[in-house]
């Protein structure tokens, strides 16, 4: 990323912190900033309190309070072109998929998540 630029910025939505801190390190040496939100109702209001919003969005599915297919679902009534990628344990069927960009299972792979970001 050229130095003179603005860094990108992701959203990272995941109730684990544990996860929330490993893939805002992997951002933060890819050059990115990042945001965090531990719900999809504090997402929300991340995004609505953020002025220019995030470049893209990686959230968890299982997540309590708002989980992840309900806040892709308000992101997308939204923001219908934002970059979105899910990450999870279990895996996605039928029409869930279509909420997301791509969907990768947990422990991502840094190297999946640095061809994701290449692409969005």
Do not use: C, Y
């Amino acid at each position: 990323m050229d130095s003179e630029t603005e860094p990108h910025t992701a959203l990272v939505v995941d109730d684990d912190s544990g996860t929330r801190t490993m893939l805002r390190l992997i951002l933060e040496l890819e050059g990115w900033r990042v945001l965090e939100a531990g719900d999809g109702r504090e997402a929300l209001a991340k995004l609505s309190r953020n002025g220019s919003g995030p470049d893209v969005v990686i959230t968890d599915i299982e997540m309590p309070g708002m989980n992840g297919l309900e806040f892709a679902a308000r992101l997308r009534e939204r923001e219908s072109r934002l970059p979105l990628l899910a990450v999870t344990r279990h895996p996605l069927k039928g029409a869930d998929t279509d909420l997301f960009d791509q969907v990768l299972r947990k422990p991502v792979s840094v190297r999946a998540l640095r061809e994701w970001l290449t692409r969005h």
